[in-house]
């Protein structure tokens, strides 16, 4: 992979601390970055800006509001794909995704050109969460065997957020008919990513709770994703999708 084809999309909102950690460490790697930033208060976008000027590799896309995550990624997406990249990674910013598993999924992706996305996953052989209540943990492994059985999926951690993609998938995935925020909105995207013929593999990684901050996790996130997976489940089996 080059430089310029390869770009971290990183949803942020209020992680200014988690992203003078994370961003030096992704420029020590050959890739460009973009921030999608939904109006932080607390200087988010001023940090990414200033390594953008130090660096050129760094694009802050900065939204009015906090539109959610689903929105943010769609709209990344489609700055990636207009601007060229050929592979595009999701990220979150608040350091339970590493740079160092990063590293490892990078060259696999490059090896295996037949691949459309490669998960970063917790819940495959060699994958693991670290410093997980027990709750958030039983909470995620529910989820995912929940949307395993109920959507057909052979994928252990279709909530994951940290991917690789080839644009060429996303440029035959009907984007902005993904609606979903949150766990949903991660999904529905490997839904769409299966509808559209993609070949999926997971890698493992090791996912660490936040430091930094407070996590984004809701109520609403979580059943947002039990009703819409809920819903494609009825239609899988009753023809309809």
């Known amino acids: 992979m080059s430089v310029d084809q390869t770009v971290v999309i990183i949803p942020t909102y209020n992680e200014a601390e988690n992203l003078r950690r994370l961003l030096p460490q992704l420029l020590e790697l050959s890739l460009n970055i973009l921030v999608v930033d939904d109006a932080s208060s607390d200087g988010t976008a ?42 595009i990674i999701q990220m979150d910013a608040d350091g339970s995704h590493r740079v160092v598993d990063l590293q490892k999924m990078l060259p696999y992706f490059t090896a295996h050109p037949e691949l459309d996305v490669l998960i970063g996953s917790r819940w495959i052989d060699g994958g693991k969460v670290v410093h997980w209540p027990k709750h ?17 999926l052979d994928i252990h951690d279709s909530t994951a957020g940290f991917r690789i993609y080839r644009a060429q998938l996303l440029n ?18 490997t839904r769409a990513a299966k509808r559209a013929g993609a070949l999926i593999t997971e890698f493992p990684i090791t996912f660490i709770e936040r430091e930094i901050g407070v996590s984004k996790m809701s ?19 009753f023809g309809k999708s």
């Open 136 to 152: 958030r943990e039983m909470l995620s492994r529910c989820a995912n065997f929940y949307s395993k059985v109920a959507l057909g």
């Open 172 to 189: 035959r995935m009907p984007l902005n008919q993904i609606e979903s925020e949150g766990y949903a909105f991660q999904i529905e995207m």
């Open 46 to 87: 001023q940090v990414a800006k200033e390594l953008g000027v130090r660096t050129g590799r760094v694009e802050i896309l900065e939204r009015p509001r906090k539109l959610g995550l689903g929105s943010a990624y769609r709209e990344g997406f489609a700055r990636a794909l207009n601007s060229g990249f050929t592979e």
């Open 219 to 237: 109520p609403r996130i979580v059943r947002e994703a039990l009703f819409k997976v809920t819903k494609w489940g009825i239609a899988r089996i």
